[in-house]
């Protein structure tokens, strides 16, 4: 018999049969939650696709915070990294050789006072697949092949005035197989 995903199960009758709520020192078949540390790198188990913004990074998210709202030309989205223009925005994924392909939108946000920054996506020591400039007004939505991938670095150039914060989103970037 197939086991059915726990939501609210109430766990009035412990005297019955065991239920998969109640730990265990043995594996159970569910897999863990997403994000759990006890995950491989860049893996989630039997998911067709991921949520980077859910993904640990390697060495922090160094300059970028995750959000659960942006919003790029009058569009809302859920799930996003944001950045201000520096250098020092990087961040970078270990992707486990696990995934085929990156879709993200990339744009400056429409609260953000400068309008203009740079954005580079690589993999491994390969060219970078997505390096364009990104304006207020103009996301650039991208699908970018990271099949056999190890390492997936983003960053922010430094093309903004420092007098000015910009607020540079990749938004709902999804991890694919």
Do not use: H
Not at 75 to 84: C, E, K, N, Q, W
Request: proline share 10%; aromatic share 6%.
């Amino acid at each position: 018999p197939t086991e059915e995903p726990t939501t609210e199960a109430p766990s009035e009758t412990p005297s019955e049969e065991p239920t998969t709520e109640e730990p265990t020192a043995e594996a159970t078949t569910e897999p863990p939650a997403s994000g759990s540390p006890s995950l491989d790198p860049g893996s989630v188990p039997d998911s067709k696709q991921a949520d980077l913004t859910s993904l640990t990074p390697v060495d922090g998210l160094d300059g970028f915070t995750v959000t659960s709202s942006a919003t790029l030309n009058a569009r809302d989205y859920g799930s996003a990294f944001v950045t201000g223009c520096s250098d020092e925005s990087y961040m970078e994924f270990n992707l486990g050789r696990a995934w085929e392909t990156l879709e993200f939108t990339a744009g400056i946000d429409d609260d953000s006072p400068t309008e203009e920054a740079r954005i580079s996506i690589s993999v491994d020591d390969q060219p970078a697949p997505f390096a364009q400039a990104v304006s207020l007004g103009k996301p650039v939505v991208k699908s970018i092949s990271v099949k056999g991938a190890l390492r997936l670095r983003i960053r922010v150039e430094d093309t903004c005035s420092f007098s000015q914060e910009a607020l540079v989103v990749i938004a709902a970037p999804v991890l694919k197989r």
